[in-house]
C-alpha cells in the first residue's frame, strides 16, 4: 500500500504542480480567494472527490471527500490565500497543492481500506477568519486528524507557534478649545497615552516570550483642540493560551486605568480572530518525523513561526503542523526572495515530497488501529 500510495503521488506530479503554478500566477488575498477555490475544487472533482462548495456559507472554503464506509477520518488541509501586495510569499500556493496531493494519493488505499479522506479548503490564513469559523460551524467534527506541511526556511516538526489576539480600544472624550478652555475637555489623547505608558511599565513583569505590539489609530486632528476621540490597536502574543487570556485582560485594565485617570469613556473590541497556539500531538509528530528521516528529511533547528489559525484547531483534535525547507538557500517567509523561490525545481521538488509524507502519515492511522487509538486518547 505504501508503494501504491508513493506511485499515485508520482503519477499526479505535473498535473499538481500544473496546479501549483496556477494558484502562484493568480494570487488573491484572504477572502477573495474565488479562483483559486474554484480551481482546487474542480482539480478535485476531476479526480473523483465529492466536493461541497461555499462550505458552512463561507464563499471560498470547500471540502472535498472520498468514503468508503467507516474507518479513520483524515483531513488534510488546504489554505490558498496570498499576501496583500507580494503574492504567495507565505507559500500558501505549496500548502494547498501539498494538501490536493496527499489527499488524492491517501484515498488510493480506500478500495481495500474502510475510512474516509477528505481536503478541506480554508480560506484567509492570514487574517486568522478561516478557520475559527469552520469550527463553529462544525466543519471539522468527526474528524480524527488534520494535517498540513507549511512552507519555510528552514525544517522544523514542532515549531513554536503562540496565540495572537487584535484589540481596538477606544477612549471618548470632549473637544474643548485648548487655549481658552482647555479645562472644559476630556483628553482622549492623554488616555493613549496612558495606555500606551502602562503597557510598557507591564512588560517588565511578563512571561519571555509574550509580546504586545501596536499602533495609534487616531488621536486628535489639530493641535489647538482638545482630542475628543483617541484610537489604540493592539495584538497580543503569548506561548501558553491560560497565559494569553490572562495578559489580554491586564492590557484590558491598563485601558481601564487610562481611562479612569483621564474620564474618558472606554470601548473595546476584537478586530481580528484570536489564533490560538499551536498543540501539535504527539503520536502523529512522531509518525511524520519517521517517515521525513525516511526521505532524507531532517530537522535543522526549533523555529518560532508567529501565529496561525491551525492552532484553534489543534486545540480541539489531533493535528500536526510542521515547517518544511522549501527555498533552497534560506529565502525568508513574505519576502520577495521567498516568493521567487518558491517556485523553482527544488521548492516543487519538496511538494511532491510533501504529499508522500503526509499521505504516508495518514496511511499508518489506517494501517495501525492502536497507534489510532493512542493518537485519540492523547
Known sequence: MKERIIQVADSKKEKILGLCQSLYDEPEIALQEYKSAKKISEFLREEGFDVEENLAGMATAFKATKKN??????????????????????????????????????????????????????????????????????????????????????????PEIIAIGGLDFIFTGKASHAGAKPYNGINALDAVVLLYNNINALRQQLVDGTRIHGIILEAGTAANVIPDM???????????????????????????????????????????????????????????????????????????????????????????????????????????????????????DRVIDGIKILALTGFNLFENPELLKKMKEE
Open 230 to 348: 483617541g484610537k489604540v490597536r493592539l495584538e497580543i502574543r503569548a506561548k501558553e493560551q491560560n497565559y494569553f487570556d490572562e495578559v489580554v485582560e491586564k492590557v484590558k485594565n491598563c485601558a481601564r486605568g487610562a481611562a479612569i485617570a483621564t474620564g474618558c469613556e472606554l470601548e473595546f473590541y476584537h478586530f481580528e480572530p484570536t489564533c490560538q497556539g499551536l498543540n501539535e500531538n504527539k503520536v502523529l509528530v512522531d509518525i511524520f518525523t519517521k517517515i521525513m528521516e525516511e526521505f532524507g528529511i531532517y530537522e535543522d533547528e526549533q523555529v518560532m513561526l508567529g501565529s496561525t489559525d491551525m492552532g484553534n484547531l489543534s486545540q480541539i483534535m489531533p493535528c500536526i503542523h510542521p515547517l518544511m525547507k522549501f527555498s533552497e538557500n534560506g529565502e525568508e517567509l513574505h519576502t520577495k526572495e521567498f516568493l521567487e523561490a518558491s517556485i523553482n525545481s527544488y521548492a516543487k
Open 69 to 158: 464506509g467507516d474507518g479513520p477520518k483524515i483531513a488534510f488541509i488546504a489554505e490558498y490565500d496570498a499576501l496583500p501586495g507580494n503574492g504567495h510569499a507565505c507559500g500558501h500556493h505549496l500548502i494547498a497543492s501539498m494538501g490536493v496531493g496527499a489527499g488524492i494519493a491517501l484515498s488510493s488505499i480506500l478500495d481495500t481500506y474502510k475510512g474516509e479522506v477528505s481536503i478541506i479548503g480554508t480560506p484567509a490564513e492570514e487574517t486568522g477568519d478561516g478557520k475559527p469559523y469552520l469550527i463553529e460551524h462544525g466543519v471539522f467534527d468527526g474528524y480524527d486528524a488534520a494535517m498540513m506541511i507549511h512552507p519555510n526556511s528552514k525544517t522544523c516538526v514542532t
